[in-house]
């Protein structure tokens, strides 16, 4: 079994890590600085022997006492208000802490493992997107600070193996949603859900035209798990193919929540992507995976997760 570090294991998609990990027999040693993360999402887990936590920002000089078999590298900023409001830490993570973090992983002799993101593609002028495409990004808009960042975190990547020999993974992970989505994270899922079981107005950015592709939480960590354990040095996209504008997704979520709200129009924000939608040919090819959860099924999984939490205050 292996001795396993996950950067950004307080977030929404580290604490499900760090539950997979743990149920697959594996340690886990989580890692982060509650910048965007909440410790109740691991609060479950503290104390387990076989899970510790170290609050560290992974800007700064890591240590990690024992060994390190595998290293997920998820510490980030992920949704638009946030990298938005810490613009300056989402680029020093994706620089500074992904240099650090491959730092450890050449120290430790570890396979590491970087959360990339379907934003390194832009505003995609192809549909739907394939790892070998290389992108249509606004360096200098407001949503650069967190493209360039992951674009700059693949390149260090690549440069650690190549030129210092670490084995090391990059998944493009594409919109993913799921229990324990911070409520006020501003994406659309928690913005959507939250606002239909306030019986407040579901705003849609734009006219709503604009498309997305959303893969439920387990599906994303089971692609990941195999992402891991395989060779594959290239990138990977890991997400749900079944595609949807964003309009009709604000209309799923008004329905499941069994609300009568309305869909309100706002302004749709600078470099908002038109489309995106991942070919998964890569990940079916050598990992042997697809998502199998579907909008439904997941939505109401989720939709369990936010009555809980909002009855219960948050
Ligand atoms: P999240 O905000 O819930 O989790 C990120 C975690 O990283 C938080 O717990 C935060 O406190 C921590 N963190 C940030 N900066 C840190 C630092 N300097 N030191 C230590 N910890 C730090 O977001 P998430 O949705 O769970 O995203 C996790 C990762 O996956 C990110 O790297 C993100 O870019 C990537 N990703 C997520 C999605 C998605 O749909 N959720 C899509 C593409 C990529
Ligand atoms: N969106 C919206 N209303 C909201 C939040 C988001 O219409 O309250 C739109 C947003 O403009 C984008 C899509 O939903 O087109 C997905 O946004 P999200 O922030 O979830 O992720 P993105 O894919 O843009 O990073």
């Not at 170290?54 to 998820?74: C, E, M, Q, R």
């Not at 739907?128 to 990004?137: H, L, T």
């Not at 734009?206 to 195999?226: A, N």
């Amino acid at each position: 079994m292996a001795r396993v570090l996950i950067t950004g294991g307080a977030g929404f998609l580290g604490s499900h890590l760090s539950e997979l990990m743990l149920s697959r027999g594996h340690e886990v040693v989580c890692m982060d600085n509650f910048i965007t993360g909440d410790p109740a999402n691991i609060a479950h887990l503290l104390g387990r022997p076989d899970f510790t936590f170290i609050k560290h920002d992974v800007t700064n000089f890591i240590y990690v006492a024992g060994p390190l078999d595998f290293i997920l590298h998820f510490a980030s900023p992920a949704s638009p208000i946030d990298y938005l409001q810490l613009p300056i830490q989402t680029l020093k993570v994706g620089s500074l802490g992904t240099h650090k973090v491959l730092g450890l992983a050449k120290a430790k002799g570890a396979v590491f493992l970087l959360a990339s993101t379907s934003e390194v593609y832009g505003d995609p002028l192809i549909h739907p997107q394939r790892e070998d495409y290389w992108g249509n990004v606004n360096p200098v808009g407001p949503r650069g600070v967190y493209d360039e960042a992951k674009r700059f975190a693949e390149a260090m990547t690549m440069a650690y193996h190549r030129f210092h020999g670490v084995q090391t993974r990059i998944v493009r992970i594409f919109n993913t949603y799921g229990p324990r989505m911070r409520l006020n994270d501003g994406r659309a899922l928690p913005a959507f859900m939250g606002q239909a079981l306030r019986g407040e107005d579901v705003t849609v950015f734009g006219d709503g035209s604009q498309t997305r592709s959303f893969c439920y939480v387990s599906d994303l960590c089971e692609g990941i798990y195999r992402l891991m354990l395989s060779n594959e040095v290239m990138p990977v996209n890991i997400g749900n193919p079944t595609e949807i504008t964003i309009r009709e997704f604000a209309e799923r979520v008004v329905k499941m929540v069994g609300s009568s709200v309305k869909v309100v129009f706002r302004p749709l924000p600078e470099d908002d992507p038109k489309v995106r939608q991942p070919d998964i040919t890569r990940a079916r090819a050598i990992l042997g995976w697809e998502a199998q959860v579907c909008l439904e099924e997941g939505l109401a999984w989720t939709l369990e997760d936010f009555r809980r939490r909002i009855a219960g205050g948050a």
